[in-house]
């Protein structure tokens, strides 16, 4: 079943002689259960085409669809609900709030979406991401890789449909990195997350089921 899929997805900057083709004629497809990873060098548009797919930014030209749901035709309040539920979003830096611990940033989801904690499915991220020792610290109190598990369990606890990961393990030493990678398995094979990873890095994206590169915009299937 397909998850995921964009149809001559296009996204220009500036216009012109100036303007550059971030994003160009890009179609692609993903089934439920899969981990992709796309994979270019910098500047090839790996962040403007997630931005696209996560609904954090608008084409130019083209369609996306997640899950059958056509994100572009959604209005912004539906959207923004739309994002909560069904796509989460790893960045390379964390994002995490720094004046809220470990569970309270994982929870945040819920909050925002004004629904009740459910303690289970909590306690089964904080264990499958070995972070429940964790729960009450602050991200200052935790390594790199601990915050990357925090944001990864964030960005999962509302069992989104996608999740997207921009860079995850770019911040993080070869140990952590490894470790990340072993995360975004575990959450593939016994969550059957569907995930979408970006990386500049081959070696990384070899974890994944598939990989597509992306090269001035453009992409081609491995
Ligand atoms: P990557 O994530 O692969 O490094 P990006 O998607 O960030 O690539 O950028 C792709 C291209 O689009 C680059 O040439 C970059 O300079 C350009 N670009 C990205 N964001 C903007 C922006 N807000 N305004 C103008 N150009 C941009
Ligand atoms: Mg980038």
């Keep these: 079943m397909e998850i995921l899929r964009t149809e001559n997805l296009c996204k220009t900057y500036g216009s012109g002689e100036y303007a550059v083709h971030a994003v160009n004629n890009v179609s692609l497809s993903v089934e439920k259960g899969e981990f992709v990873a796309i994979v270019g ?20 030209s083209g369609k996306i669809f997640v899950d059958g749901h056509n994100i572009g035709a959604m209005n912004a309040d539906k959207l923004a609900i739309f994002r909560r539920r069904q796509i989460g979003i790893v960045y390379q830096f964390y994002n995490l709030i720094p004046i ?3 569970e309270e940033n994982i929870m945040l989801p819920w909050n925002l979406d ?13 264990n499958a991401l070995n972070i429940s ?7 200052n109190e935790l390594s790199g890789g601990q915050q990357q598990r925090v944001s990864i ?5 509302n069992h989104p449909a996608l999740l ?20 975004l398995r575990l959450a593939n094979r016994d969550f059957h997350q569907t995930i979408v990873m970006i990386t500049h890095n081959l070696e990384i994206a070899k974890d994944a089921d598939r990989i597509i590169r992306i090269q001035d915009g453009k992409i081609e299937e491995v």
């Design 41 to 60: 060098a910098s500047g090839s548009g790996k962040s403007t085409l997630m931005h696209l797919i996560g609904g954090v930014d608008h084409p130019t």
């Design 100 to 102: 809220l611990t470990a």
């Design 114 to 126: 004004g629904r009740a904690k459910d303690e289970n499915r909590l306690n089964e991220l904080l």
């Design 133 to 139: 020792d964790k729960r009450k610290c602050l991200p």
């Design 153 to 157: 369990a964030r960005a999962m606890i």
């Design 164 to 183: 997207l990961c921009d860079e995850p393990t770019g911040n993080l030493d070869s140990k952590a990195t490894e470790d990340i990678m072993h995360i």
